[in-house]
């Protein structure tokens, strides 16, 4: 389905430095950057081009340990963060065929050893996690991050076992019932890992409010197909950060 003009319009439209979102969907100064034990990693695929609904720059403002790094393929986890890392105390968003509700149905993250199965001294290994990597594109995308970057099968693999579908609903629909959004993802891991049950409901709410912004753009739009407005759709020329 082809995007409407509208939406066309709003993706043309100048984006916010920080989150690289257009004015109507910008979220920053509802966002307090958390100050969490975990380093977030997220991999995103050059041709993820969902900016409205995207939720990569938007996860990682909401921590002060993060950052959204750009391509296909990297040398290294040491190279993509810039210091010496240890591989085997960070963990990889696995996206195989692994569920985690039923290899493991009272854990809602589960670490997986190379045969697919839940490891040995599953608290342990969460408890050493230094940081996590997410990979953020579409279906396709992300298998080809994971396969372009072989320094991966050194960290940890971890899915999760979501309690709910993605919020995402119909505007976005994940190709498995057990898929979420990268904010979700991102959401549910530092919570879970670090057992604070705040980082998940603050970044589930930012996503609603997205999701909130985006539907009464939705709304929007159909009233001015509805009255057959003709003139043409004005949009911001610049949107300058706050110092």
């Known amino acids: 389905m082809q995007p409407s003009a509208y939406t066309q319009a709003m993706e043309q439209a100048a984006e916010c430095p920080r989150c690289r979102k ?5 979220l920053c100064d509802t966002i307090a950057p958390i100050d969490s034990r975990l380093f977030v990693l997220i991999l995103q695929h050059p041709h993820e081009q969902d900016r409205l ?7 990682a403002l909401h921590f002060r340990n993060a950052a959204v790094k750009i391509g296909l393929s990297w040398p290294s986890l040491a190279k993509i963060l810039g210091r010496p890392v240890d591989p085997h105390r960070w963990a990889v968003l696995y996206l195989g ?16 050893d190379r045969k697919g199965e839940p490891a040995r001294e599953q608290d ?15 279906w396709s995308q992300v298998k080809a991050l994971w396969w372009r970057n072989p320094w991966m099968l050194k960290c940890q693999r971890i ?3 979501p309690r709910r579908p993605s919020r995402y609903g119909a505007l976005r629909r994940e190709p498995r019932r057990d898929g979420l959004s990268t904010i979700e993802a991102a959401a549910m891991l530092t919570s879970r890992i670090e057992g604070r ?3 998940e409901e603050a970044l589930n709410a930012s996503f ?9 753009m939705q709304g929007q739009e159909k009233s001015m197909t509805q009255v057959g407005a003709k003139s043409p759709l004005r949009v911001p020329t610049k949107i300058t950060e706050s110092p």
């Open 159 to 161: 899915i999760l076992a």
């Open 97 to 112: 065929s692994a569920k985690a509700a039923e290899l493991a149905p009272d854990r809602d993250v589960v670490v997986l």
């Open 197 to 199: 049950p705040e980082i």
């Open 53 to 59: 609904l995207g939720t990569a720059q938007l996860t």
């Open 22 to 26: 257009p004015a109507a969907l910008c």
């Open 124 to 138: 342990r290994l969460i408890r050493d996690i230094e940081g996590v990597v997410l990979l953020d594109g579409n």
């Open 208 to 216: 609603e409010r997205l999701l909130e912004r985006y539907r009464t």
